[in-house]
């Protein structure tokens, strides 16, 4: 039997913490271990993380990368409702929104799923 | 601490990451460095964004207030200490009031037994009282309502702190600086480093952005049982930096503590609050992380290497705060079989009342907390598009801004009413009418700020 992909939320790969300016989050992603960065470089895109904000209207969506450890930082422009300053939102700074991030499914093919000892 | 060219390591430790912080978090933190037996200063930083346009308004009231009032929790389990073994305390809980809060820690001295202590104050960052109306005009961001500022504090950096430090104080209180400074400072003051040495004051400053935020870097924040454990969460330790003269440094914890640092927690709080980071903007210098790298070199200590720097930023920030209506909160709870069905009548019951008063509120909020709240927008989108999950004990909260109290209390009143006239088996109803305080940001001339400190 051919082994299958196993499909798997970002956060059994990375983990992450959300950070506030005024309207502005920044949500990093870090992989827990450095075989999974490639996996992370090509599906945690801008366009992904994007498409899972959508409801928030972000502006802009940036990703800097650092390989050095093996970690990303997403910039999302204009998604707080004016954050701290204007947001009728219980969490007004957007804390929890790494874990909205962190939800996002990622598909590791067979191999790197037992390198890692991933399971569905 | 004087002005020296001194090779020998410094120590920094952080006794508060927020002035909601714990009391008791400094001391293991003293004991640990006192223990090392090396020079060593000690940062508390309890001044947050809007902080700061709280206590601007209790000095409107009291012109001795002003200044972080729990200042003497958080330094009497301490102070003794400190001033015992020489090791500085370096904090921004001077607030809107910094020499109120120089006055407050003499006679904190003064209860424990010290004789009179040598308190450094920074001021200068205060734009209402330091710049002229027509350079202010210049420089807030407009349109702005004059009448509704309450503040307006520029983030001043590390000079004047170790200015301070160099003519031998003890203390030294700020209002509002950057963060990192607070380390900075004492780095600046010890090691002798030239102010535009890019590299070294980048590696300072990263080390402030470490250990800023308390018990971030040591497990605080971090924990996700299965995935991130963290031992003794309870008794998490607070961070210590081991700052070497090349601008190298070493992150751990105080000694017998709980929590953890290790290289995960470390990145996630290098990257907390941080843009672009090729680029992260502080009053004393343009830091870069792109290239730096974390490495454990034992248990709870992580060497962080190759932070660069580039030269600073011809303007300063500063925050503005003006007053803004109110906020009206209320809160319901309905449990058990069709509770979010009855918890969505009673928000349409309460959209509804919304409508009808004599002045309207048409743009609340409502949550169902328990099915879905803090990652839905404010415009209701993230509602619309996500079904809500199966849930058998949901809190419904409306919540809205408003320009009088009066239009906050009608909210509050028509959540409550749905005690008797609402749908079925409605308890437990909570609400909340706070003031709301609106903020912005602006950029500053280095050319306008002056930035003085005293010793008393």
């Not at chain 1, 983990?15 to 990093?28: A, E, L, V, W, Y």
């Not at chain 2, 010890?190 to 040591?218: I, K, N, R």
């Not at chain 2, 309207?360 to 509602?383: E, H, K, M, N, Q």
Request: glycine residues 10%; contains cysteine; hydrophobic residues 45%.
């Amino acid at each position: 039997m051919k082994p299958t992909p196993v499909r798997v939320p970002l956060y059994r790969l990375a983990h992450g913490r959300t950070g506030d300016k005024g309207n502005r989050s920044n949500i990093s992603v870090i992989a827990f271990d450095p075989r999974a960065w490639e996996l992370l470089l090509a599906q945690v895109t801008e366009e992904r993380v994007a498409e899972l904000f959508a409801a928030r209207r972000p502006s802009r969506v940036t990703r800097y990368l650092l390989p050095k450890l093996q970690a990303m930082n997403f910039v999302l422009d204009d998604i707080l409702d004016g954050g701290v300053n204007g947001s009728l939102n219980l969490d007004a700074h957007g804390k929890t929104l790494s874990c909205l991030l962190l939800s996002l499914p990622v598909t590791v093919d067979a191999a790197l799923a037992q390198e890692l000892e991933l399971t569905p | 601490m004087a002005h020296s060219k001194d090779s020998r390591p410094l120590l920094i430790g952080c006794g508060a990451g927020f002035a909601g912080d714990r009391w008791d978090a400094a001391g293991p933190v003293v004991d640990t460095l006192i223990a090392r037996g090396r020079s060593a200063a000690l940062m508390f930083e309890t001044l947050a964004e809007r902080t700061l346009a709280l206590a601007q308004l209790k000095k409107r009231s009291d012109p001795e207030a002003g200044y972080e009032p729990t200042l003497a929790q958080f330094l009497a389990p301490v102070l003794a200490r400190c001033v015992a073994h020489g090791i500085p305390i370096i904090g921004n809980f001077g607030a809107a009031n910094p020499r109120g809060a120089a006055l407050a820690l003499q006679e904190l001295a003064r209860r424990l037994g010290l004789g009179p202590l040598r308190i450094g104050v920074v001021e200068g960052d205060d734009l209402l009282s330091t710049l002229s109306a027509a350079d202010l005009d210049r420089v807030l961001p407009s349109p702005l309502d004059r009448s509704s500022l309450v503040s307006a504090n520029v983030y001043l950096g590390a000079s004047a702190i170790a200015q301070c430090l160099g003519a031998g104080a003890q203390i030294v209180v700020t209002g509002r600086v950057a963060d990192p400074a607070l380390a900075l400072g004492p780095m600046l003051a010890h090691f002798g480093w030239a102010e535009d040495d890019w590299d070294l004051l980048a590696s300072g400053t990263m080390a402030g952005h470490l250990l800023e935020c308390g018990a971030q870097v040591c497990g605080g924040y971090f924990a996700d049982p299965g995935l991130k454990d963290v031992p003794d969460l309870a008794r998490v330790g607070f961070p210590i930096v081991e700052m070497q003269a090349s601008g190298s440094f070493v992150i751990t914890k105080a000694d017998h503590s709980g929590g953890r640092v290790d290289a995960r927690t470390v990145k996630e709080q290098l990257l907390y609050e941080i843009h672009d980071p090729a680029a992260y903007l502080t009053p004393d210098v343009v830091a870069d992380i792109s290239e730096t790298q974390v490495d454990e070199i034992a248990p709870n200590r992580v060497r962080v290497v190759g932070v660069r720097g580039h030269g600073r930023p011809d303007t300063l920030k500063a925050t503005v705060c003006f007053e803004g209506g109110w906020l009206a909160e209320g809160e319901i709870s309905y449990a058990g079989p069709s509770a979010l069905a009855r918890a969505q009548l009673a928000a349409q019951v309460v959209r509804e009342r919304l409508a009808l008063l004599p002045e309207p509120v048409s743009d609340a909020r409502y949550d169902f907390i328990g099915a879905a709240s803090v990652f839905a927008d404010d415009g209701g989108r993230w509602l619309a598009e996500h079904p809500l999950p199966p849930c058998s004990d949901v809190r419904l909260r409306v919540a809205a801004r408003t320009a009088t109290r009066a239009q906050a209390e009608q909210l509050t009143r028509e959540v409550l009413a749905l005690y008797t006239c609402g749908p079925a088996g409605g308890g437990g109803v909570r609400s909340q009418i706070t003031p709301h305080l609106a903020s912005d940001s602006c950029y500053v001339p280095r050319a306008l700020i002056s930035e003085r400190w005293s010793i008393g």
